[in-house]
């Protein structure tokens, strides 16, 4: 079976600077890979995902990750991050034939001024 | 187009009760998933309904249960409420078919609270 893991649970950053937030995969073949967010009292929105072709790919609110299958690796970036982007991320995977995405345990990112 | 749509968003019940909560998907979408989001547990999945049948179970006790709708719309049902049934509770509708495999669309949530 699939399982996500995201070594961090917070991160703080100051407002400008730019961010990494971690996620590693486990699965025997290639999966499909997501980031979602989640803002305080909201559901989960899908920030960008990763099916097949190019390993880097862009999302919205300037967010992007690449996938790197040497690493098992989906590592979410932005270079500089604004006070609306505190939140909870969450990265999933969802394994070939399945449409049932597995999260993992979240981090939580906060932003300060 | 219409966002996915939980209701009740805030309930309080007591510990023996039962609980109904429901989720009506983006229009188009066949497929309802439910998730349980605590601090603890992180997320975890209830179950999914495609086209009115249950096509996959999470590992959850039979007291949890749901349904779906020929409208899509579906009901998930907490019996005989435990104090650990506190939560999140979310529902996420996607087209469940073709190309699409795990994304979904999530609904604000209903949140639950056992005393």
């Known amino acids: 079976a699939q399982s996500v893991t995201q070594p961090d649970i917070h991160i703080t950053v100051s407002e400008g600077a730019s961010l990494e937030l971690r996620c590693n995969y486990s699965y025997g073949a290639t999966p499909y890979l997501f980031w979602y967010v989640q803002s305080p009292g909201q559901g989960l929105q899908l920030l960008l995902k990763y099916f097949s072709g190019d390993t880097l790919v862009q999302g919205i609110k300037g967010f992007e990750a690449e996938f790197k299958r040497s690493q098992s690796s989906f590592n979410l970036r932005k270079p500089s991050v604004h006070w609306s982007d505190a939140a909870e991320y969450f990265c999933a995977v969802v394994a070939g034939g399945s449409y049932i995405p597995t999260f993992g345990r979240g981090t939580s990112l906060i932003v300060h001024p | 187009k219409a966002g996915v749509t939980q209701t009740p968003r805030y309930l309080i019940k007591t510990r023996g009760q039962q609980v109904t909560l429901s989720c009506s998907p983006i229009?188009?979408?066949?497929?309802v998933s439910w998730y349980q989001q605590t601090p603890g547990q992180g997320l975890q999945f209830l179950f999914e309904?495609?086209?009115?049948?249950?096509?996959n179970k999470g590992n959850f006790p039979g007291r949890f249960s749901g349904r779906q709708f020929s409208n899509s719309r579906s009901e998930m049902n907490v019996s005989t409420l435990e104090l650990g049934d506190s939560a999140l509770y979310l529902c996420a509708s996607s087209s469940g078919q073709g190309t699409n495999t795990g994304e979904l669309f999530f609904g604000e949530g209903s949140r639950l609270t056992v005393l």
């Open positions: 309904y495609f086209s009115e049948t249950q096509r």
């Open positions: 229009s188009g979408h066949r497929s």
